[in-house]
């Protein structure tokens, strides 16, 4: 089964607009931590949020935020105002840490296109 | 400036010719990692190391070897390339307290540039 599931291969959004990426994931542990980062075309990982499974609020990076819902284990990507430059691959990936393999688990990946 | 450095960046191949791609970090991190990047599987880990002379398998470490001989450096080596393992390889880096969860200013994992390789 997968552990990090991204449903979306492909968006897009109008320029100014906020969008929402969504992420579920899938793990017996109590402990451990989500993350999502930007690959550009340029092809490095750049990490934008973190949210810690014990975190009580939802994490927010400028205009990055994450809806956090442990019921439901989804840990869905928002940006506001989206931007050109937020054109990009966007993965989700999740931190598994009480088995001390300190491993990340990414998702397929979501790309989202911002139309002017 | 910290930062994961990889070499090469773009790597052309023929099958059986053993590589060595190197990766070095500036930030005094105890845990390093190799990842592949295929299309439509996201990254997948290969190696991790918690620190020096500690190495493990990941989820495809089938072809790969690794070595933690210095904290900063952590070599991918391909013994025999295969064009399966063309792929888009990336390095990362983590201090402990990161992946604990223990909060921090940057509480991720820090990623080189990327190697393309090509196995022909």
């Known amino acids: 089964a997968q552990k990090i599931t991204q449903t979306q291969p492909g968006m897009f959004v109008q320029e100014k607009e906020a969008v929402t990426l969504d992420c579920t994931y899938d793990?017996?542990?109590?402990?451990?931590?989500l993350f999502w980062y930007k690959q550009p075309s340029s092809g490095e990982m750049i990490f934008l949020i973190y949210q810690g499974s014990y975190d009580e609020q939802n994490a927010t990076e400028g205009r990055y935020s994450l809806n956090f819902q442990k019921a439901r284990k989804s840990a869905n990507l928002v940006i506001s105002a989206s931007q050109l430059g937020d054109s990009a691959m966007y993965f989700c990936?999740?931190?598994?840490?009480?088995?001390?393999?300190?491993?990340?688990?990414f998702g397929s990946g979501t790309r989202l296109l911002v139309r002017p | 400036e910290a930062q994961v450095t990889q070499n090469p960046r773009y790597l052309i191949t023929v099958t059986g010719k053993k590589l060595t791609v190197t990766c070095s970090q500036n930030?005094?991190?105890?845990?390093m990692s190799w990842y592949r990047q295929d299309p439509g599987l996201g990254l997948r880990q290969i190696y991790y190391s918690m620190n020096v002379e500690v190495t493990d398998k990941g989820d495809v470490p089938e072809g790969y070897k690794v070595s933690r001989k210095e904290k900063r450096n952590f070599p991918l080596i391909l013994e025999s390339p295969s064009p399966n393992q063309t792929s888009l390889y990336f390095c990362a880096s983590s201090s402990w307290e990161a992946l604990a969860g223990i909060p921090a200013p940057h509480n991720e994992q820090f990623f080189g540039p990327g190697t393309r390789l090509t196995v022909l």
């Open positions: 990936a999740m931190r598994e840490g009480e088995d001390s393999s300190y491993k990340l688990i």
């Open positions: 930030m005094n991190h105890e845990y």
């Open positions: 793990t017996s542990d109590q402990s451990y931590g």
